[in-house]
């Protein structure tokens, strides 16, 4: 069965500090890759997606992803993160294989950036 | 431009009720897709409907079910709740125009509901 793995739960950083989330996947086959984060009192909201071609993608607000296919993962950075960074945030894997729709959720970061 | 919208917003229910969330797609979307978020964990897919039929399903009993209209807009329909069906139920919005292998899926605010 797919799964997503974040490994960090909670992450604390200072402003200016730099970012970097994992998330690992579990799927043989050709997936498609998302970042999504949910500011506090707000809904989820895209920050980037992979479909293919360069495995390094640029989301919003300054943020970024690598895929590593050999490695399965897909993690987030941020070269200097802002209070207003503050949030959870998640990463979503759905097969492209099936005709799928469904997106597979990790647990979710908790980012928590102190002024 | 609007985003998803969802209906309503908080719900309180009881063990056996039945109860019945709504949502309207992001404007230009066709698809329709529903999600479970429990405290602290990331959403769960529950179904996927397009062309008004369910097109993909999740591992969630049959007491989940939905529907979608000839505008696009879905329900998500529970039976018989549990106290464990208490959560935040997001629906997300795609257009499958595009192909099937570059969905993206954008979310409303969530109904959050408690079954007591």
């Known amino acids: 069965a797919q799964s997503v793995s974040q490994h960090n739960h909670h992450v604390i950083l200072s402003e200016a500090a730099s970012l970097e989330l994992g998330c690992n996947y579990s799927y043989g086959g050709t997936v498609n890759l998302f970042w999504y984060v949910q500011y506090p009192g707000q809904h989820l909201q895209l920050l980037l997606k992979?479909?293919?071609?360069?495995?390094l993608v640029k989301g919003i607000k300054g943020f970024e992803a690598e895929f590593i296919k050999s490695k399965f993962s897909f993690n987030l950075r941020k070269p200097s993160v802002q209070w207003s960074d503050t949030a959870e945030y998640f990463c979503a894997v759905n097969a492209r294989s099936g005709n799928t729709g469904k997106l597979i959720f990790g647990q979710g970061t908790t980012l928590q950036v102190k002024p | 431009d609007a985003g998803v919208t969802q209906s309503p917003t908080h719900l309180i229910k009881t063990r056996g009720q039945q109860v019945t969330l709504r949502c309207s797609p992001k404007s230009g979307h066709d698809t329709v897709s529903w999600y479970q978020q429990a405290l602290g964990q990331g959403p769960q897919f529950i179904f996927q409907y397009y062309e008004e039929e369910e097109r993909q399903r999740g591992n969630f009993p049959d007491r989940f079910s939905g529907h979608q209209f000839p505008n696009y807009s879905s329900e998500l329909n529970v039976n018989a709740l549990l106290l464990g069906d208490s959560a935040l139920y997001l629906c997300?919005?795609?257009?499958?125009?595009?192909?099937?292998?570059?969905?993206?899926?954008?979310f409303g605010p969530g109904t959050r509901l408690l079954v007591l």
């Open positions: 992979y479909f293919s071609g360069d495995p």
């Open positions: 997300a919005s795609s257009l499958q125009a595009g192909g099937p292998f570059v969905e993206t899926q954008y």
